[in-house]
């Protein structure tokens, strides 16, 4: 089964029905950002992870259900937080602007 969108993080080899997934990309305008880091944090707030994006400004997390926060950071840009609930058995697709 794959759910990633045209140009998106491929789901080949991931269960999707035993996980809950937040993926997404991070974009400038229309272009990805590369090197920039997401960081998940739970919903008090608390650090729990964090990836560098890809060179297409992807990015991909394994959590538990809930809510959850994405707080990203890139060079020449304020943080940015964005507020994503996960479920087992779902993608939650994400598109950060900075």
Same mark, same amino acid.
């Given at each position: 089964m794959? @759910?990633?969108?045209?140009?998106?993080?491929?789901?080949? =080899?991931?269960d999707v029905a035993k996980e809950a997934?937040?993926? =997404?990309?991070?974009?400038? =305008?229309?272009?990805p950002v590369p090197n920039a880091y997401v960081r998940l944090l739970d919903r008090t707030g608390e650090f729990t992870a964090e990836v560098p994006t890809s060179a297409t400004g992807h990015f991909r997390f394994?959590?538990?259900? @809930?809510?959850?926060?994405?707080r990203t950071l890139a060079p020449k840009?304020?943080?940015?937080?964005?507020r994503v609930v996960a479920a087992t058995g779902s993608v939650a697709e994400v598109a950060v602007a900075i």
């Open positions: 794959c @759910g990633a969108t045209e140009g998106g993080l491929s789901l080949d =080899g991931v997934v937040i993926q =997404g990309q991070v974009l400038r =305008g229309e272009d394994f959590a538990n259900d @809930g809510e959850w926060t994405l840009a304020d943080p940015v937080d964005t």
